[in-house]
């Protein structure tokens, strides 16, 4: 499984504007950090489309893109619309960026 | 105008609903367990809310800080402090509380605005959202800040200016409500920067002249090579560091950057191409003096109020123009500075022709403006280039004469 992972806006924006996605691969993990993040996969994936609110302002998005046996998954969230296991799975991947 | 908030709760209500009648009875139990969560938990709010603020007087722009405690759910963050409150033992949660109250001041006492909306609407802040959380914002009701990772960033709450910004992106909300795309996008993202500099100079009773005009200058960690997030005095040179690139804002029409309209596009580049509008305000405050929120300040206040969901850097700079003929007199040195200003950023105010416009923002330049400088050597420039326009022509009419008297 290969997950890959960027964040746009926010007030920091110009910077991020440059910055390139972050990846990871399963299969360059040790087995338990591999499974640690299947399940974390698995509890973000949306159960219901998002809601996106209109009116935050300065609010950072994130792209989460799993690629696993041939099937791609995008998760997408944003600060104002946050699930704690989006925000889980996000603050892993950031704990483990290479 | 009365407007309706609803609550960005992690699954939408309808969702909920719909979830309530689902087949699998796990489903429906989660779905109820979360209505009643979410529903027992905004009557704790209130109520909490409102025995915090007894003492003050409700609508009364009372603040009320919150903290996450390193979640991302906001009902779920605790109380941290209010207007009748002790100080708090936080740090983060002081220097929101004292930010929210500078802002709510300056509103107050330099333009008369009664809070966010007008009408006196309590300022609630959310302090250690997330963990290691690069960011602040205003969800469309209250203002979150970030720890910062420690890293690369500090801590939001550490900029008075950041947190004008946010409580201004409120302001903007009930007035403009300036569409967050493309150049209406830009304008709001210029107006939080305005007078989230504004809030600094005033609480620091700063001259244009001795104002940093940076925003965020004490958000990266001393380590990090970096003056702010965005410059409005020299938009483009915030920051130039092998971490971070090279700061994207342009500072002038000629270098207005096209992204999507899409999130990693920023919206069209909403966080960019605000540094246009930026360095107008920051050439007329040069241009005008003294202090930036008065007479700019007072400007920029009144073109906000009076421009709309789709207003454009146009649309505002003629605004502009004419709250300043409004408010200080046609051909006033407030107006010339004004137009003199957009026209350094490459914006002509619509009807008044460039020669005219540089020759008027000569006026303004009359007591000394850091613009005086390049007016005198445009309009020399113009000089020159009609007096060869005349040459040619004169030219071309002894040639012409020539020629008819050859043929006679």
Redesign the interface.
Known sequence: MKVTW?T????????R??LPPKALDTDALPANAAAELAELVAAAVP??EE?R?????????Y?ITVEDGGRSTVL?R???????AF?ALL?WL?EHAP | MTRTYTL?C???PH?LEK?LSSDDSEVRQVALDTMLTTARLRGERAVRASFAGAAATPGNARRTVFDCQN???LPLAVFARSEDGLESADDSVNRAFGGLGTTRDFYKTVFNRNSVDGRGMRLDGYVH????F????????QM?FGDGDGRL?SD?TGCLD?IA??WT?GVT?FTAGLD?HNQSGAL?ESM?DVFGSLVKQWSLKQTADQADWLI?SE?FTPGIDADA??SMKAPGH??DNRL??K???PDHMSDFVN?PDT??G??GG???NSGIPNKAFFLTAMRIGGFAWEAPGLIWYESLKASHFETQFQDFANTTYRKAAELYGDDSAEQLAVLAAWQDVGIQISGILAGVARARGLAADRNGGTGRENGLATVNKQIGALTAQVTGLVRDVNALKGQVTTGG
């Open positions: 960027a746009h806006g926010g007030q920091a924006a110009g910077i504007l440059s159960v219901a809601e609110p209109s009116r935050a302002r300065d609010a950072m998005s792209t997408t944003s600060d104002a619309t946050m699930t704690p925000a603050d950031e | 960005h992690i699954i939408p969702l979830l979640g991302v759910f959202f997330g963990r290691r690069n960011n602040a914002f205003w969800d469309g009701r979150v960033f939001f950041v910004h946010e992106h909300e967050y709001n939080s965020g958000i997030l965005r915030a920051f971070f690139g700061d994207p804002q992204l999130e990693p920023d919206n909403v966080h960019i």
